[in-house]
């Protein structure tokens, strides 16, 4: 079943934007409940990840931990949806 949806995602070539808001949908499971409800908007943009933080503390730290966002997030889904994390 999941390989015929895999295919039925390549055929009608939206494979990518299928990952992208899975990535999206998974930031709070990831990040977990305190940076989610501190996140006021997170979206992908040429494979650029922009997360907006409302928390002026908390945005520093995650600036920090860029590359261990971007791993955790590649662990979570299996394989690398984008290639840089930008916190604003």
Do not use: C
Request: proline fraction near 3%; aromatic fraction near 6%; charge should be positive.
């Amino acid at each position: 079943m999941g390989e015929a949806i895999s295919e039925m995602l390549k055929a009608f070539r939206i494979e990518g934007k299928f990952y992208e808001t899975d990535l999206v949908n998974s930031w709070e499971r990831v990040m977990g409940k305190p940076i989610a409800t501190r996140t006021s908007k997170i979206y992908i943009k040429d494979k650029k990840l922009f997360v907006h933080i409302s928390s002026a503390p908390l945005k520093h730290e995650l600036n920090m931990s860029r590359d261990k966002i971007l791993v955790m997030l590649t662990k979570e889904l299996g394989q690398p949806i984008v290639n840089e994390v930008i916190i604003k």
